[in-house]
């Protein structure tokens, strides 16, 4: 599997240590997390003003996505069918591979020499800019955000704000070169003027380039379209201006109708943006139709597989339901003190923490079901109700029962699997615990460093008990 | 094997479940219901639900009595924000007396030299202060897209309460879909530095909004 070579995952614990002590990034994670999160609570305070139930909302979006997947064959068939009908044509793709190899070879039939792209975290997967950049057809993102982490020779961190790690003099400095101008200081003042000057830049790009590349938030069977939904308007202008469209999504991104979709939609730019609706949400249908002045001439879906299928009827199957808002690592402790690239392949945080392993393998991402505080803030936030916390803890056993864990770890929990199978034995040894522990805290209920396991101490306290154990204070209440 | 084959191969694996045309069958007269998810609760006022979510999402709204009035409209609005009085339109507003209002005004496709497009709109959206445009040969999508002030006329007739509801009204009056459904909220917009919202990204920086059937003035 080509994800694997590309995948840094198993760098994480390095990779977080690095993150950790990088201050400009930490910097910029702790001005973007409160925006986020306060955001999404602006969103639901919308949804109720309407009368509307978060809890029924997610459900019903929790039933369509589950619906779809539990018959995809019949919804992948029903789509290609009039997706076909409409005009378009229908590709499909194993891995990542085979994706950059149909782009680049739709790329060459059609004399392509510049694309622009609108954003694609499937073309991230596939690692496709490398591969068209390798045959000869300049890749542009378009996306803001995109725009950036490509002109830094970088990945996005985010999945729907791929520039948050960046703070604005490191965008100046990109921009500055990029477009050949002279540096300048920048404050937040300069925002819309550095947004400007990107809109100039990349607006050359939509009216030169041959083929526009996008992904889809949803593909709706009923009549065989492409959901896409932008803020920027990059996903319009890629979708119209190009005579060729190439659309790339996952497998499991099928919906059945047009009111399926209108559900997800009250949820997918709440969950992520805190908005009621995102400024552009285009369907997307065939081809430009007799009389018509613009649209694309050709357009092409490739459907991918790439580690989806294998999830349907697994312990992982819920995963799929996922519509990739963000929400998750918006709410994710871990994710605010590292940010998106510690997590080492494509998709960061709670979610990525679950992808990641089942994509590319269990044996490549160890680390990563294990970059959770339990905390749930993940589940809790998700729109379409996936049990995140759940699924980590269901790849942590995987783990263990494939001997993926480390020995001490596996003998560990051997020992104590067999000593909480004998309440006397326990009993004792939690006592004896107990009172060493409150002997290390001489008293005080905490233990500044802890000597067995020094790193765990090194930026707080390890509280621990008065020295007696429950089962000690339960008697004791028992007898008052 | 194909691709195809051996996707849906592992998909039909994981589903577990055979009858393949049995539940093909199922799947598409399910399409037929049409049911909707949990909906909005809004006050009966669709035109000031429309007004008020769109000027949140910094659109700027004007009121007129008839259609016949928008032209001095929209006159007023680029001359009061000091733009040129000329613009690209969709060919089905193309017809209105635009010069009659000293305005020039080309009914074709937009191209990248034009300031400001003036459309029509297919329905609007009361629930979140949505237009609802089709693409099509008198109603071009680079309109709206690519000059930097988009001024769409709506009639207030066309406002119907949410995004089902709009569905609805495509499938009565067209059945299928154009190339392009676009539903445009606002000016575009970008947060991707440093999360600061700025409005202009690669659409439109201004949407003005005209209300036809509303006397109500701005």
Request: hydrophobic fraction near 45%; charge should be neutral.
């Amino acid at each position: 599997m080509s994800a694997v070579k590309h995948s840094q995952a198993m760098h994480f614990h390095a990779r977080a240590g690095e993150k950790v002590r990088n201050a400009v990034l930490q910097r910029a994670l702790q001005k973007a997390k409160p925006l986020f999160v306060g955001k999404r609570a602006k969103g639901m305070v919308s949804l109720a003003e309407d009368g509307l139930d978060f809890q029924l909302l997610r459900s019903t979006a929790k039933n369509i996505r589950n619906r779809t997947l539990a018959d995809l064959d019949v919804w992948l068939d029903i789509f290609e069918e009039r997706a076909t009908a409409t005009g378009a044509e229908v590709l499909w793709a194993r891995d990542g591979a085979e994706v950059s190899k149909l782009v680049v070879d739709i790329a060459r039939r059609h004399g392509v020499s510049k694309a622009v792209k609108s954003k694609s975290m499937l073309s991230e997967e596939a690692q496709l800019n490398e591969a068209l950049a390798a045959a000869g057809v300049r890749p542009v993102e378009t996306d803001l955000g995109e725009y950036i982490v490509q002109l830094a020779g970088e990945a996005p961190s985010h999945i729907i704000a791929p520039a948050v790690h960046k703070t604005i003099n490191e965008i100046e400095a990109l921009f500055a070169k990029e477009h050949d101008r002279p540096l300048q200081t920048r404050t937040s003042a300069d925002i819309p003027a550095m947004a400007q000057e990107a809109r100039a830049v990349l607006r050359q790009h939509f009216l030169s380039a041959e083929m526009g590349i996008s992904g889809a938030n949803f593909l709706i069977a009923e009549t065989g379209s492409a959901a896409l939904v932008t803020n920027e308007g990059n996903g319009r202008m890629v979708t119209t201006l190009p005579k060729l469209h190439v659309v790339i999504t996952g497998i499991e991104k099928i919906v059945p109708t047009l009111e399926d979709f209108a559900t997800l939609m009250r949820l997918l730019p709440r969950s992520a943006t805190g908005q009621s609706i995102s400024n552009y949400v285009s369907l997307l249908t065939g081809t430009k139709r007799d009389g018509d002045h613009d649209g694309p001439e050709k357009t092409i879906f490739i459907l991918v597989d790439n580690g989806r299928a294998n999830l349907l009827g697994s312990d992982y199957q819920d995963m799929l339901r996922c519509i990739r808002c963000g929400a998750c690592m918006n709410h994710c402790p871990v994710y605010f003190s590292l940010g998106g690239h510690a997590y080492g392949w494509v998709y960061p945080g709670p979610m990525g923490s679950v992808l990641t392993p089942l994509f590319t393998g269990i044996e490549n991402a160890l680390d990563l079901p294990h970059a959770s505080t339990g905390c749930n803030q993940c589940g809790a936030v998700c729109p379409v109700e996936i049990p995140l916390p759940t699924l980590m803890h269901r790849l942590r056993e995987e783990q263990n029962e494939r001997g993926l864990r480390p020995w001490s770890e596996r003998l560990a929990l051997k020992a104590w699997a067999w000593m909480a199978g004998k309440p006397l034995l326990y009993r004792w040894f939690a006592r004896r615990a107990a009172r060493y522990l409150n002997w290390l805290a001489d008293g005080s209920g905490r233990i500044r460093i802890f000597g067995l396991a020094p790193e765990w101490t090194a930026g707080r306290d390890l509280p621990v008990s008065s020295g007696r154990t429950f089962h000690e204070l339960y008697s004791a209440r028992k007898k008052t | 094997m194909s691709a195809k084959d051996e996707i849906l191969g592992r998909v039909r694996r994981g589903v577990g479940k055979d009858d393949f045309a049995g539940r093909r069958a199922a799947a598409v007269a399910s399409l037929a219901t049409m049911e909707r998810g949990p909906q909005p609760t809004m006050n009966a006022d669709l035109a000031a639900r429309f007004r008020a979510k769109a000027e949140y999402l910094s659109s700027t709204v004007a009121g007129v009595a008839s259609l016949a009035e928008a032209p001095a409209a929209v006159a007023a609005y680029l001359a009061a924000n000091h733009l040129a009085a000329e613009a690209v339109a969709t060919a089905d507003v193309g017809g209105l007396d635009w010069v009659g209002c000293g305005l020039k005004v080309e009914a074709r496709s937009a191209v990248d030299a034009d300031k400001t497009g003036i459309s029509g709109c297919f329905s609007a959206i009361a629930e979140t202060g949505t237009l609802m445009l089709l693409s099509g040969p008198q109603t071009p999508a680079t309109v709206s897209l690519l000059p930097e002030t988009h001024i769409a006329l709506v009639d207030i007739s066309r406002i119907v309460p949410t995004m089902e509801d709009a569905f609805a009204l495509l499938r009565a009056e067209h059945g299928s879909l154009p190339r392009a459904v676009n539903f445009i909220s606002g000016p575009s917009r970008t947060g991707d530095i440093e999360q600061t919202i700025v409005l202009g990204a690669h659409g439109p920086c201004r949407v003005h909004l005209i209300l036809i059937g509303s006397d109500s003035s701005p």
